[in-house]
């Protein structure tokens, strides 16, 4: 047989195949659609966060949305409750007072609510322990210490534990392995 030959026959051959089960296809979309609208999954209530969160490429856009939103959403909460717990009070954000002409008393505070004891110790009083008071119970221990003009390095003892980032301090050193806060007493032109 020839090449010639052989392709022809084998096509007649397919030809005839095709044409004694062509019956089977009449229909098979519909028998398709039927037998495939039984088996659909139902939508639950996550299938649409799952649609938003699929890596397709109208997708994208939605992925970016959802995540924009809740980072609004955190930051909305974060601010509101920033605002309204008590460990953040208003009284808290308030600056340490400045030194009036002729006072140089100053009012030492830090928040520690769970606190038992909490001690300050500093250059002014060569390093030993003044005891600040939690007189309301609200966990804001304050002091009033009488300070020299300069400046002064300080630090809060906490239970036992050194704080030395007063968020109120005029500046932060480190020394020893340990920071400080500072705070400088006078007026501007003074040789603090």
Partial sequence: MKTDNLDRLLTDLLHEEVERESFCLEGLEERIVTEM?????RS???DLLKRLLAPTRGGRFAQVSVIGAT?????AVGIFLGNHLPVFAPALRRPAPAARAGEN??????PAPEAQSVVVVGSFNDWDETPL???DGDGVWTVNITLSPGRHE?????DGRWWGHDPLADAHVRSFG????VRYIGRVGDDV
Wanted: glycine share 6%; no cysteine.
């Fill in 154 to 158: 300080y630090a809060f003892v906490i």
């Fill in 105 to 110: 008393e100053i009012l030492f505070v830090i």
């Fill in 37 to 41: 609208s039984g088996r659909l999954p």
């Fill in 44 to 46: 639950g209530p996550f």
């Fill in 71 to 75: 980072a609004v959403i955190f930051l």
């Fill in 133 to 135: 008071a939690d007189a």
């Fill in 178 to 181: 340990e920071y400080n806060s």
